[in-house]
């Protein structure tokens, strides 16, 4: 049973570039969160989708966008990057039937800013 | 707003101790609360979670408890190895959300061999 899959691993861009992050949940989950991570600090909660729309957003601005498709995987999308974007990007999924709300991440993208 | 602080931010043993990694959060109303363990430039692999009605959670040579009233949790580690060495992340649902997680910002271990 495969867990939960991110691509690419690692992506280096440019100020003002735009990038799209890649995810698959585990299998049988149908929700799924993005997550940032700067070095040192906790992950922060970008936003959530569910039945491909965004449920819950976190204090991120309008450049980070996403989607949900039918068979529930999710991009992320960031337009116009600044370097302070730079950070291990994370997606996590779980099931909304789950009395137990276990969330389960994946192994992350590294963005680099240039 | 939930806020989540996690005790020490570091820690280094010798290996065979055990040894306990605090975490407190600021709002009691949770649903329940993750730990995870983060190798470095990994992404997270969820070790315990405890539901708001459970006390405790083991498992293997982990014990993870939680004292809501306190906003208190820990994760005990027992006959701690190197392979254990890495950062321990705790995290709770917030916002109103059963999804939408707080992280610390961890505490790192280091078992030395």
């Known amino acids: 049973d495969a867990g939960v899959t991110q691509s690419p691993t690692h992506l280096i861009k440019t100020r003002g570039q735009q990038v799209t992050l890649r995810c698959s949940p585990k299998s049988g989950h149908d929700t799924v969160s993005w997550y940032q991570q700067a070095l040192g600090q906790g992950p922060q909660f970008i936003f959530q989708?569910?039945?491909?729309?965004?449920?819950q957003r976190g204090n991120f601005p309008d450049r980070f966008s996403g989607h949900q498709f039918p068979n529930y995987s999710s991009e992320l999308n960031v337009n116009a990057l600044l370097l302070g974007d730079s950070a291990l990007y994370l997606c996590?999924?779980?099931?909304?039937?789950?009395?137990?709300?276990?969330?389960?991440f994946g192994p992350g993208t590294r963005l680099t800013v240039l | 707003k939930q806020e989540v602080t996690q005790i020490p931010a570091a820690l280094s043993v010798p290996e065979g101790e055990n040894l306990v990694l605090n975490c407190s959060f600021t709002d009691s109303a949770i649903y329940n609360l993750q730990w995870f363990r983060q190798d470095p430039g990994k992404g997270l692999t969820s070790l315990l979670l405890i539901q708001s009605s459970q006390r405790e959670q083991t498992s293997g040579r982990l014990n993870a408890s939680l004292d809501k009233s306190s906003g208190r949790s820990t994760l005990y580690i027992a006959a701690s190895q190197p392979g254990d060495s890495a950062t321990y992340l705790c995290?709770?649902?917030?916002?109103?959300?059963?999804?939408?997680?707080?992280f610390g910002k961890g505490t790192l271990l280091t078992v030395n061999p």
């Open positions: 996590a999924s779980s099931f909304s039937g789950s009395n137990w709300n276990e969330q389960f």
């Open positions: 989708y569910y039945e491909e729309e965004e449920r």
């Open positions: 995290a709770v649902p917030s916002g109103g959300s059963n999804y939408k997680l707080t």
